[in-house]
């Protein structure tokens, strides 16, 4: 296993992706806050964004 940190700046689920495209990454996984159905509308949700906009697998890891 193998991990790396990148800082961008920018909408976040296009650099993620933009990232995802330069790099070896066969499977995305991350860690979610559960804002919950509200706060997703307001504020939008990078897991789902990332979700509806990548080919690869994902794994949403709870935050407790």
Wanted: charged content about 15%; proline content about 5%; overall charge neutral.
């Amino acid at each position: 296993l193998q991990a790396s940190a990148v800082v961008q700046t920018g909408p976040i689920v296009t650099r993620i992706l933009e990232e995802i495209q330069k790099r070896d990454i066969d499977h995305i996984v991350m860690g979610t806050h559960g804002h919950g159905a509200l706060m997703e509308v307001l504020l939008g949700s990078v897991s789902k964004g990332l979700v509806q906009n990548s080919a690869l697998p994902i794994t949403l890891l709870p935050r407790y």
